[in-house]
């Protein structure tokens, strides 16, 4: 099993930066892919970026290329998200979480959830 606990969200003006972090306990995370999703209010869980177990292999959803960067350091057992020039349609709960197997977008491809962490985009 993995405990996943999300943090770094907070309020961002539209055009800056924020790094979310996502520390991992329990079950080896060096061995895990992961990935980052999120939610907003009155949508369906949107996948936002994936990260296979050493770093070596990405993979993210089309609004979020080339604005965000996943990375990880498995030293620490972190996952990060690197969000920049963030837009309104930004603002969403980010999840984190450990895939297991089929699609990297799939929710379903993924097995275990953090409580996320709440990113507003201000106009």
């Known amino acids: 099993q993995v405990q996943l606990v999300e943090s770094g969200g907070g309020l961002v003006q539209a055009g800056g930066s924020l790094r979310l972090s996502c520390a991992a306990s329990?079950?080896?995370?060096?061995?895990?892919?992961m990935g980052w999703f999120r939610q907003a209010p009155g949508k369906d869980r949107e996948f936002v970026a994936y990260?296979?177990?050493?770093?070596?292999?990405?993979y993210y959803g089309d609004s979020v290329r080339g604005r965000f960067t996943i990375s990880r350091e498995n030293a620490k057992n972190t996952l990060y998200l690197q969000m920049s020039s963030v837009k309104p349609e930004d603002t969403a709960v980010y999840y984190c979480a450990s895939y297991y197997s089929g699609s990297r977008s799939n929710i379903q491809s993924y097995e275990y959830w953090g409580q996320g962490t709440q990113v507003t985009v201000s106009s």
């Open positions: 329990g079950r080896t995370f060096s061995s895990v892919a």
């Open positions: 990260i296979n177990w050493n770093g070596g292999d990405t």
